[in-house]
């Protein structure tokens, strides 16, 4: 089994900033890439931000130059810092491992988090 746990989730007013945490537990020899999408009510979920085992990252336009994502790669977990949070940001914030493997030569999969919730409000 594996599981992606998120904390760091809240209320914050605007211009203020919040960490997210993800960490992956279970079963893991390796996951390509770690991120974090978002959805708010009525709308699809967004890519925020994802980070490879290499350390490339990729941003969605809404949070560049705002936002930042780090990993661990020997712990499996993924970090957002979140700054200049707007109303906008609100959503729910879901951690994603994408190409894990369980086991050496094991079959690709990806896996999400339960969500945690952002709300940037005054």
């Known amino acids: 089994q594996v599981q992606l746990v998120e904390s760091g989730g809240g209320l914050v007013q605007p211009g203020g900033s919040l960490r997210l945490s993800c960490a992956a537990s279970?079963?893991?020899?390796?996951?390509?890439?770690m991120g974090w999408y978002r959805q708010a009510p009525g709308k699809e979920r967004e890519l925020v931000a994802t980070?490879?085992?290499?350390?490339?990252?990729n941003y969605g336009d809404s949070v560049k130059g705002r936002f930042t994502i780090s990993r661990d790669n020997a712990k499996n977990t993924v970090d957002l810092q979140m700054n200049i949070l707007t109303p906008e940001d609100t959503a729910v914030y879901y951690c994603?491992?994408?190409?894990?493997?369980?086991?050496?030569?094991?079959?690709?999969?990806?896996?999400w988090g339960q969500g945690t919730q952002v709300t940037v409000s005054s």
């Open positions: 994603n491992a994408a190409g894990l493997r369980r086991y050496r030569w094991g079959p690709f999969a990806d896996y």
């Open positions: 279970g079963s893991i020899f390796s996951i390509n890439a």
């Open positions: 980070i490879t085992s290499g350390g490339s990252t």
